[in-house]
């Protein structure tokens, strides 16, 4: 055997499959276990005693008793506001991944392509982000109020202003409006990450190809942002479901702006304390949540085998 190929035997080795000391796996087993601890504490602890709650009359103070369900049947046929807040928050998920999403993608796909003053405008489209939802909720009753909304004076309604927030018929488009001002800022920072992160060798080849940029973007550059695709359907599906601040902030998610997470909240912490009935509603909105996700990323997961 030469030295030479004994030398590749030895470096082969060095880079072979690093063997984990006794020291190693009692670190990685404390800190993994830590985090799934965590995890089975404050995420699925929860998640399961609502499920386990949604089947009883539990109200905080009497004994637990079995109904069966009773409450999914009350909630399904007799609660009025259950089904307008359904309604609501699949029109909450619709404009958020059809309107502000796409939105989102376009002002990405703008500033990576190095407009003037980009930076500017990444921060501008960036900073609703870091407000919180109840807080977007505020500066919108600021925008959209009836008497001293800033809309209002704008297109010079003060005479004959409309209610934007007040009138049902219209109020929950103005709060995803408001929403979506928020969300499009962290889709766009979300897919401007994943442009960037683009080879620049696959769009010279497509433009030596002859392809057009719109070519180029939805046949080469767009189907490597799966990824972030991903990413971005489940965080939507997550900010449209659970969207609770800026309408409780607005007139406590009533009068046109229902929504589940509402109904959850007034029925558990609310004056009626009725927290079997509350948890079965939050199980129905956990059931939406995953419906939408796990259906995505498993059409996603078989799209990736097929090819």
């Known amino acids: 055997m030469s030295l030479t190929s004994t030398r590749g035997d030895r470096g ?23 985090a799934i601890l965590i995890d089975l504490f404050i995420v699925w602890g929860p998640t399961l005693a609502s499920i386990g709650l949604s089947f009883t009359n539990y109200d905080g103070v009497s004994d637990i008793g079995w109904v069966g369900l009773d409450n999914y049947r009350t909630a399904f046929t007799e609660y009025p506001q259950f089904w307008p807040a359904v309604r609501h928050n699949l029109m ?28 500017f405008y990444q921060s501008a489209i960036y900073l609703p982000v870091v407000l919180s939802l109840a807080i977007v909720g505020f500066i ?6 009836r008497d001293q909304g800033a809309l209002n004076a704008l297109l010079g309604r003060q005479d004959n202003p409309i209610d934007w927030i007040g009138d049902p018929d ?33 769009k010279e080849a497509a ?42 902030a607005i007139n406590r998610g009533r009068n ?36 939408f996700v796990v259906t995505y990323l498993v059409q996603e997961l078989r799209g990736e085998k097929n090819r």
């Open 140 to 145: 919108a009753q600021l925008v959209f109020s």
């Open 170 to 202: 219209i109020n929950i488009w103005m709060v995803m409006i408001a929403a979506a001002w928020r969300h499009t800022g962290y889709v766009m920072i979300l897919y401007l990450a994943g442009l960037k992160a683009v080879d620049a060798t696959l």
């Open 256 to 291: 046109g702006l229902e929504l589940l997470s509402v109904l959850v909240t007034d029925n558990i912490i609310g004056e009626a304390s009725r927290i079997g009935f509350g948890s079965a509603i939050a199980v129905v909105l956990l059931v939406l949540s995953l419906g």
């Open 207 to 248: 433009a030596i190809d002859g392809a057009s940029e719109r070519q180029t973007f939805f046949r080469v550059v767009f189907p490597t942002l799966r990824p972030v695709n991903i990413i971005v359907m489940v965080i939507t599906v997550i900010e449209a479901l659970r969207a609770f601040d800026i309408v409780y």
């Open 12 to 34: 082969r080795r060095r880079r072979g499959a690093r063997r984990f000391t006794r020291r190693d796996r009692i670190v990685l087993g404390v800190l993994l276990g830590l």
């Open 92 to 119: 909450w998920l619709g404009f958020l991944g059809l309107v502000a999403t796409p939105f989102g993608l376009f002002l990405a796909v703008l500033i990576d392509r190095g407009v003037r003053f980009s930076r």
